[in-house]
């Protein structure tokens, strides 16, 4: 790619993220509407109300995670933290889920939804997907639910979550994907698709 | 969704960062009205998928997939 292509690139980029971030923003948090489709009544009684509200993941990716009592875990866009909550519980007290999101309003959240959870092992952590702020191999399992989709360079999000891991870690994330064939362009270009 | 891989496209770039032993262990089709449950699809933009996506498609628009992968090396990233 040119300097210029480099150039458009990271502009595009730091466009989209400005779109992602600010739709999230936005976002109240009142419906229970994608939880109740999404877990399962005997899951949803062990989270906290703020996080059941706040849930706007695509699946329920952790009813095919093996997660291992004292397991580090790592969840990438943890939004209102529905799963870090699911997973904290799952990994025990000598276990503990770093919950990672670039939203500052949403750690809060996961930090409230913790707390009432009477988790002692949620570690928020503000930051990019994009850019990991963890060392190299600290990390024993990625979970993530809707957020890889949202990220600008989706190749060096999944080069992070590799770095992160340890050898032998896991990684187990639900996701939006499309078909071959592509959406209308009037869709494809409102802002909301990039965010939703 | 309009940053969606394709599911091919995905599974790529997991091999392509050094994962192994991925599979796919869900698909669940989202259509339109499934996107009006997010707040983040703003009216006009499900208006928008309504008028303009056919009707026959209009129940898979996408499709939500559960992954599972482990890393065996780090020489892939």
Redo the contacts between chains.
């Keep these: 790619m040119t300097e210029t292509g480099v150039a458009r690139d990271l502009m595009r980029s730091a466009e989209?993220k400005q779109i992602v971030r600010s739709?999230?923003a936005a976002?109240?948090g009142s419906?229970e509407?994608?939880a109740q489709?999404l877990y399962s009544p005997e899951e949803l009684a062990q989270v906290p109300q703020g996080a059941i509200e706040g849930a706007?993941g695509?699946?329920?990716?952790l009813?095919?995670?093996e997660i291992d009592a004292g397991e580090t875990l790592l969840d990438l866009g943890c939004g209102a933290g529905i799963d870090t909550i699911l997973a904290a519980q799952r990994s025990g007290p000598t276990g503990h889920v770093i919950a990672l999101d670039f939203l500052p309003e949403m750690l809060e959240r996961t930090k409230t939804a913790a707390a009432e959870a009477g988790l002692a092992n949620v570690e928020p952590l503000e930051g990019d997907i994009e850019a990991i702020p963890l060392a190299?191999?600290s990390v024993d399992h990625v979970i993530s639910n809707?957020v890889?989709?949202?990220?600008?360079r989706?190749?060096r999000v999944?080069?992070e979550?590799?770095?992160v891991?340890?050898?032998?870690?896991?990684?187990?994330?639900?996701?939006?994907?499309?078909?071959?064939e592509e959406?209308?362009t009037?869709?494809?270009?409102?802002p909301?698709?990039?965010?939703? | 969704m309009a940053g969606a891989l394709t599911e091919r496209d995905f599974v790529a770039k997991l091999e392509r960062a050094g994962f192994t032993s991925i599979e796919i262990l869900e698909r669940s089709a989202m259509g339109v009205e499934d996107c009006s449950r997010y707040p983040l699809f703003t009216p006009d933009v499900l208006d928008l998928m309504r008028t303009l996506i056919p009707p026959e498609q209009q129940q898979t628009i996408g499709t939500a997939i559960v992954v599972r992968a482990r890393l065996d090396r780090h020489d892939c990233a």
């Design positions: 989209i739709a999230y976002v109240d419906s509407m994608v489709k706007l695509v699946g329920n990716h009813r095919h995670a190299d191999d809707g890889i989709n949202l990220a600008p989706k190749a999944l080069a979550c590799a770095r891991l340890r050898p032998g870690g896991k990684l187990t994330v639900a996701d939006l994907t499309v078909a071959e959406l209308p009037e869709i494809l270009a409102h909301a698709t990039w965010a939703g």
